[in-house]
């Protein structure tokens, strides 16, 4: 159980385009999903809190108007990356929170977007 | 602000071997401390947590003891085995906060 799935897992586009990264929580709801972002050889950094029905809250430094964050069902959050740019490249990982379960966040495996 | 400090890879070891892989943390307030692991190819998974001070956490051999006087919560196996070559990350998350704060992850391979 608890298992979280991505789609896609691999996505190239072109710069100026946009991409939208799907999180879904398979088995359990999902009040609150967390996006990621995941450099070479580095830590994840918490992009945003996705709150179901209500507006994502993004930590500082993320442009809100750059990554789209929509919550609209207790099983979905999608990340949309608008006018994407080579600096975009990187893995993106979503995360969902068990009702229920405390702190125990379940991991979805990562979509790795390259800008060309 | 809060942070974690993790131990350098990547890390190499021979079958059987004892783990111990480094974390200490920054934070204020109590927080609860975790290990994830992120096999290849996969999500991060919960490996073990501890919710307060001198708590132990467990899972598949491995351990870790929440040390508020040292503010660390180090990572321990007495005998590894090829299958746990991972990435591992030590996490934080403040009581009342569902944010985590991650270390920087410390690759392990285990060779036979």
């Known amino acids: 159980g608890a298992v979280v799935s991505q789609h896609p897992s691999r996505v190239i586009c072109k710069s100026g385009t946009s991409v939208k990264i799907e999180c879904r929580s398979l088995?359990?709801?999902?009040?609150?999903m967390f996006w990621y972002r995941q450099f070479p050889k580095q830590s994840l950094m918490l992009m945003a809190t996705?709150?179901?029905?209500?507006?994502?809250?993004?930590e500082q430094g993320v442009e809100k108007d750059k990554f789209l964050i929509n919550h609209a069902s207790l099983t979905l959050s999608t990340l949309t990356v608008t006018s994407a740019h080579p600096e975009d490249s990187s893995f993106y990982i979503c995360?969902?929170?068990?009702?229920?379960?405390?702190?125990?966040?379940?991991f979805g495996p990562g979509t790795r977007l390259t800008v060309t | 602000g809060d942070s974690v400090t993790q131990m350098e890879g990547p890390v190499t070891l021979s079958e059987e071997a004892f783990l111990t892989i480094n974390c200490t943390y920054t934070?204020?307030?109590?927080?609860?401390l975790f290990w994830y692991v992120q096999y290849p190819g996969e999500g991060l998974q919960l490996l073990l947590k501890?919710?307060?001070?001198?708590d132990k956490g467990s899972n598949k051999g491995f351990e870790a003891t929440y040390r508020k006087e040292t503010t660390s919560f180090h990572l321990e196996k007495g005998s590894v085995q090829v299958s746990d070559s991972a990435v591992y990350f030590c996490?934080?998350?403040?009581?009342?906060?569902?944010?985590?704060?991650f270390g920087t992850g410390t690759r392990l391979t285990i060779i036979p």
């Open positions: 996490a934080l998350g403040p009581r009342g906060n569902e944010k985590l704060t």
């Open positions: 088995d359990f709801q999902a009040t609150t």
């Open positions: 934070a204020t307030g109590y927080p609860s």
């Open positions: 501890a919710t307060k001070a001198d």
């Open positions: 996705s709150n179901e029905g209500s507006k994502a809250t993004y």
């Open positions: 995360s969902a929170k068990n009702q229920g379960t405390g702190y125990e966040q379940y």
